[in-house]
């Protein structure tokens, strides 16, 4: 019997220790309705697509989108090019991969992948962008400090995200959090944290537009 209330008592443990978010910053959206983290985390190099969480607003559940080296959310059509994918002509979704050097990619499969890079200066006010090949990145561009954490949520160097309406084809622009409410001479951005979501099924591996 010792051993059934042992168990008992770690069950209680158990959901005591249920997942709660911890307070989310000035910023950040409120996760009331958010779907439970995944319990399993994402290895590195393993592909992945990246959801926007900021509940109440049009871009809840967006899909992160690339395109023309700059990131989006709810963009209809990336134009990327695809191969061997399970639906290789119509992703309209990126699919990223993440190094254990806290490099973020473009995920593809036999060649040298896209990388994201920010711009945290005065200039670039927080540009997410990606470079293609040897195309250098601007020259206080940033290439490591991308990480994921226990609810695969992605953050560069400890900052979130923001999106700003009334960029390409009704996309909105997404960009790092650098401390600038409205980056880019954009108005009415919002913060969102950007989830990690495992790819099922074959993963896209794209070239996507510069
Ligand atoms: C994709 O192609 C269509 C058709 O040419 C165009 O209207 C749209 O703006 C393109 N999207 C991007 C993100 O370049």
């Given at each position: 019997?010792?051993?059934n209330?042992?168990?008992l008592a770690a069950?209680?443990?158990a959901?005591?220790a249920?997942?709660?978010k911890?307070s989310p910053?000035?910023s ?8 439970s ?21 049009p871009?809840?559940?967006?899909q992160f989108g690339?395109?023309?080296?700059s ?6 059509s990336?134009?990327a090019t ?5 639906n290789?002509?119509?992703a309209?979704?990126a ?5 254990e050097e806290?490099e973020?990619?473009?995920y593809?499969?036999s060649a040298?992948?896209q990388q ?9 006010q927080g ?5 293609t090949?040897?195309q250098p ?9 991308f990480s ?5 949520d992605?953050s ?5 995200f923001?999106?700003?309406?009334n960029?390409?084809?009704?996309a909105?622009s997404v960009w790092?959090?650098?401390g600038?409410?409205s980056?880019?001479?954009n108005?009415d951005c919002?913060?969102?944290s950007?989830r990690?979501v495992k790819?099922?099924?074959a993963?896209n591996?794209c070239v996507?537009?510069?």
């Amino acid at each position: 019997m010792l051993a059934n209330a042992l168990s008992l008592a770690a069950l209680a443990g158990a959901a005591m220790a249920s997942p709660c978010k911890p307070s989310p910053t000035t910023s950040a959206p409120s996760y009331s309705t958010v779907p439970s983290p995944s319990s399993t985390a994402i290895a590195p190099g393993e592909p992945f697509g990246l959801m926007a969480l900021r509940s109440a607003s049009p871009i809840h559940f967006a899909q992160f989108g690339a395109a023309l080296s700059s990131v989006f959310l709810n963009l209809p059509s990336q134009n990327a090019t695809c191969d061997d994918g399970e639906n290789p002509t119509t992703a309209d979704y990126a699919t990223f991969t993440l190094s254990e050097e806290g490099e973020l990619y473009l995920y593809r499969q036999s060649a040298t992948p896209q990388q994201l890079f920010v711009d945290r200066s005065g200039m670039g006010q927080g540009k997410l962008g990606y470079t293609t090949g040897a195309q250098p990145g601007p020259r206080n561009g940033e290439r490591t400090a991308f990480s994921l954490d226990d609810y695969n949520d992605l953050s560069f160097n400890g900052a979130g995200f923001l999106a700003c309406p009334n960029s390409i084809d009704g996309a909105w622009s997404v960009w790092v959090d650098a401390g600038v409410s409205s980056p880019g001479g954009n108005s009415d951005c919002l913060g969102l944290s950007a989830r990690a979501v495992k790819i099922a099924g074959a993963a896209n591996s794209c070239v996507y537009t510069q």
